[in-house]
């Protein structure tokens, strides 16, 4: 049985080890805490207001970026006034101005930006379209050092640089101008077969040799001393520039017309290209020729030749040994009047015994006729005959 004993006094509370804020007693020592307050906690967390410090970041941000730009604006180059692609007309012969591509006042497409040399035209020489070349025209006053290489486009109707296959051409002169026009033009233009670029005018290279449709050719200079070479043929179809074996033409006018025409003088005897002036006599493989027909241009080597004779091929001219000869009963002073005639008719007279390409006038003993032709397109003619 436990015993009262004296009364114990209270154990003191253990120290608050809270730390204290200068100059302020804690409000809780020495006071009674209720059993029915409510609990006050000894150290509370405090809210940390962050906003300040994402302001803060995105003003270092904003800064940042506006700092880059103003040091790109300050630093861009200026943009390309003149770019590749671009299309341009010539204000002046030096001065280009954009247009869009589609605009027929765009004439020419820069084809390359080149740094400047001199002569300026050196410097778009690698560039084998281009045809022109100026400087760069200043922009806001500024000194330009670029070269602008410029090739033709369809809307140019005059720079043999756009020709294609197919296209027609007015031509004046020996090929001086050429102007694209609708080939149902009058007097009919002549035809593009293909263009070609050589080295130099005038062009002793065997211009369109590689095109024998081509009877004409037509050179003009271009960049760095070359030249653009126009491949062409007639579309006019009396010309003799169509002409081939068998066609008849006027000697006068020189025209192609039927062969039964009464002006069908002459026949066509061979048709070729030359790459220079043909030898003279021009047509010595071409038994009864007299005539030549010629056409080139000082500017290129490519010379068209038609070789004719008499359009009747009864014509004592090509009479070969073995033919029979008449003089049609006239007795005729003259190689003219005399014509081929079959050896089984009546009036064959006279049986050829000799030919030879002279005018000699040497034939064999027993000839009892002997006809000569001058020299001309030819190197002369003797037919040697005897009387049957």
Request: hydrophobic share 35%; aromatic share 6%; charged share 20%.
């Amino acid at each position: 049985m436990l015993e009262p004993s004296d009364p114990v006094a209270p154990a003191a509370p253990p120290p608050d080890r809270s730390p204290e804020l200068p100059g302020e007693a804690n409000p809780g020592w020495g006071q009674t805490v209720s059993a029915d307050a409510p609990a006050i906690p000894t150290s509370a967390p405090r809210k940390r207001r962050r906003w300040w410090v994402w302001g803060a970041v995105l003003a270092v941000v904003i800064v940042g970026a506006a700092s880059a730009l103003f040091g790109w604006v300050l630093t861009r180059p200026d943009p390309v006034a003149f770019p590749v692609g671009a299309c341009v007309a010539l204000e002046t012969p030096v001065k280009p101005v954009v247009h869009g591509c589609g605009d027929e006042y765009s004439l020419y497409r820069i084809v390359g930006r080149e740094d400047l040399v001199f002569p300026v035209k050196t410097a778009c020489a690698k560039y084998t379209d281009a045809t022109r070349a100026v400087t760069e025209w200043p922009v806001s006053g500024k000194e330009t050092s670029t070269i602008l290489c410029l090739a033709p486009t369809r809307f140019n109707l005059t720079d043999p640089g756009s020709l294609q296959a197919e296209d027609c051409v007015d031509v004046k002169g020996a090929g001086d101008t050429l102007t694209r026009v609708d080939c149902g033009m009058t007097p009919a233009p002549a035809k593009v077969v293909a263009i070609e670029l050589h080295t130099k005018v005038p062009v002793t290279d065997q211009a369109c040799k590689r095109y024998p449709a081509a009877r004409m050719a037509f050179a003009q200079s271009s960049l760095g001393g070359r030249a653009i070479v126009v491949c062409a043929n007639d579309t006019d179809t009396t010309s003799m520039g169509t002409a081939k074996l068998g066609d008849c033409g006027d000697r006068n006018t020189m025209k192609k017309v039927a062969c039964t025409a009464p002006g069908a003088l002459q026949r066509v005897l061979s048709v070729r290209t030359v790459y220079g002036q043909p030898a003279r006599p021009e047509c010595s493989d071409d038994p009864g020729a007299n005539s030549v027909f010629t056409r080139g241009s000082d500017k290129t080597d490519l010379v068209f030749v038609v070789c004719m004779g008499p359009a009747d091929l009864g014509d004592s001219r090509y009479a070969v040994v073995g033919d029979c000869i008449t003089d049609n009963g006239v007795r005729a002073s003259s190689a003219a009047g005399l014509h081929r005639i079959d050896c089984a008719e009546p009036k064959a007279e006279y049986e050829v015994t000799d030919r030879h390409d002279s005018n000699d006038n040497a034939c064999p003993a027993g000839t009892g006729v002997s006809l000569t032709y001058d020299p001309g397109v030819t190197t002369g003619l003797t037919i040697c005959l005897r009387r049957r």
